[in-house]
DNA sequence: CGCCCTGATGTATGCGCTTACATAATCACC
DNA sequence: GGTGATTATGTAAGCGCATACATCAGGGCG
C-alpha cells in the first residue's frame, strides 16, 4: 500500500459536505439544500442525506457557508463589563431574542474605554458581525464612520437619544434620577450627599448626575463639594465614600449612583451610628434583587434591562429585515422602600410649605 | 456610459484584498502578508499596503480566512446562565485570557439543560469553535462523543473531576459545603435547615447538598424533610422557604445554596422575630460583595471565578498548543460574618464534648 | 564578471459551501 | 402518446483569503 494513501488513519479529516454528498449517493447541492431548503428535496433522499450526515458526523462548516451566501446571522454587541447584572441582563436578553432568529451574538467588553470599543468593532466587523448593538454614544466618531461606510445596523442602548441621530432603546437617564431626587425632595430633604460612578467617558453617569444637581439648583439647593463623591464603584467604596461624608456636617440624604454603593453607605451609618431612615436616607440605583430584602429595604429603581436586551434585539432584527428602526424609551421602575423617609429634624428647612 | 459600468453607485460593496492590492499596486499575497507576516515584506511597501487599506476601508473577512488558514481562533463556552455573579465573572476572566491571544469567545446559555447545552455545542462546532468549555459534566454522552469524534479540546469548570475523564477546573463541591457544614458543627449547632438550588441536571449542586447531609450522618444528624427545600433560587425562595422552617420546630441553623437564598433567609427571620445570629445561624455561599456590608454581615465562601476563567482559558489554550491539559482544583475561601454563632440555647444538644 | 544564494513579490490553487443555471424526470392534459 | 409545464437533482462557478511554489531582483563572493 502506498504511503500517500488516502487512509485516515492519523487525523480523520473532518468530514465535509461531499463526504456526506458520497454517502448519500447525491450532489453537494442536493446536501446543502436538504439542510437549507428541505422542501425542495424529496422527503425520502432527504432522510438519505440526514442519515448519511449523521454517519460521517458532517456538521456544516459556518465559514464556508458565511462566504458562498454573503451572510454570517452573527450580530455583536459592545459592553463595558459583564461583572454587573445590568449587562449581564442584558446580554441575556439580547441573546435569547437573536437566538430565536438562528443568530449568535458575539460579546466582547471594552471597560469603558473608547479606543478599547473602537478595536472591538473593527474585530466584529472583521467576523462579519452584520449588525452591532452599543452601550451609550461615548465613542470616537470613527466607530460611527466605519459602521455607516458599510452600513452596519446599530443600536445605541441603556440611553434613550432623543436626536435620532441613531436609534436606541433605553432609560432617559437624567429623567431616572430627576425622578429620584424628587422623591427626596418632596419628603423635605434639603441637604444631600451624592456619590456617583465616574461619569468619565460615561454620559449615562454625567445625565445621571446632571439631573440631581440640575433638579438640586432648581430648588435653589446646591451639593457641598465634600458631599459629591465620584469614583471606581463597590459597596466599599460606597462605606468609605459615605463615612467621609458623614464625618462633618451630614447631609440628611444621600443619593448613591447604583445599589452597590448604597449598600456599602447603609454599612457606613450603621457602623457611625446614624439611623436610617431616621438620621439619613438613602437611595440606590438598579434595584439589585437583595435589595427588597435587606434591612432596611433600599429604595431605588430600575429599567428592565432584559427586556431592553430583546428591544435592542428587535431594533437590530427590523434592520437587518430592511424595516424602520424604532427607538424606545423604556419606563422607570421606582421602588420606595424603608431606606427613605422625611428627615427626622428638619434642620434649617425653610421651606414655607 | 454603459448602465452595467462597475460604478459602485448603489451599494458601495464591501471591498476586499484584491481593491488594496490594486490601489497599493501590489499582489494580494502581499496584502496578506502586510497583515499576517508583516516582516516578510519591505517596511515601505507595507506601508503602501496599509495606507491602502485604510483608504478603501479594508477589513480582512474572517470567513475567508477561517477557510484557508483552516483556523478559526474561535473558542465557545456554555454556561448554565448568565444571571449569576459566578458566571458573569467567569465569562469575563475566560474572555479577558482568551483575547489575549487573539481569541473570539462564544457565549452561549442552556439554562442547565443537557438537551439544550448539546445544541448549543452543535451550533459551536458548525460555527468553527476550536475548544469548549463546559460548565459541569451533566451533558449526554452524545455531546462527549462529538467532541472526542473531531478531537476539540474541552474543559469542565465549576467541579472538580478527580477521575481525570475530562481536564477540569474548578472547586470541590462537596468539600465546599463539607467546610460550611463543619464551621456550625463547630460552633455547636445540632438542628439544620437547608435551602438549596434544584439539584436537579446539576450535579454541583448535588454535590453540595451531599455534602451536607453526609457530614451530618456522621455525627448521627439527619434533616427534617420538610426543613430541607430545593427549588428555582431567588431571594425571594429564600424567604419563602426559611418561613416555612422557621413556622414549627426551627432548626438554629440554615445552611443556603446561595447568598442570595441567605438574604431572603434574613428577611423572613428578621420577619418572624428571629434574632440572628442568636437565635439562628445562617450561611450562604459564593460571596457576593454586598454580603460582607449588609446587616447581619453574611457568612459565606466562595472561590475566585475569574481566576477559574482565566485557567479554563489556559487550559484550552495549553490543548490547543498541543500541550498537556493541567486541570485546577482552586481553593475555597471562607469567611466568617455575623450570622453564624453559637447556638443561644444548646436544646437538645447532648454533645458530650 | 558570472554564479549562486537570499529575500521580496507574484501566480494560482483550494479551503467548504451555496446557488444560478442546465438537465433530467415526472406528470397532466388533450 | 405527444407536448409543455413542473419538479427534482446535478454541474460548476464563485464567495475572500492564505500559501506553496514560481519568479525575479539584488548582493556577495570567487
Redesign the pocket.
Known sequence: MAPHDDLPIVSPR?S???DVAREAG?????V??S??EPD???PK?RERVMEAARKVG?L??AA??A????RTLLVGTIIPTLRSGIFANFVAGLQERLGEEGITLLVSVSGNDPSKALAEARVMLSRGAEALSLVGQAYPEELFDLLSARSVPHVITHEFCGDGKHPSVGLDNREAFVTVTQHLLALGHRKFGLIMPDPKNNNRVAERIGGVLETLSDHGIAINAEHQITGEWSPQMGYDAAVGILNRMPPTAIICGNDQIAIGVLAAARARGFHVPGDLSVTGFDDDPVSEHIFPSLTSARTDNTLMGSLAAECLLDQLAGRQAKSQKLTLLFAERQSTSRPAKTDLNLDPQ
Not at 462566504?67 to 454573503?70: S, W, Y
Request: a positive charge; proline letters at 4%; glycine letters at 4%.
Open positions: 473532518k465535509r459536505a461531499v447525491v450532489s453537494t447541492a442536493t446543502s439544500r439542510f437549507n425542495k428535496v424529496l433522499v458532517w456544516p462548516h464556508g457557508s462566504l458562498a451566501r454573503q
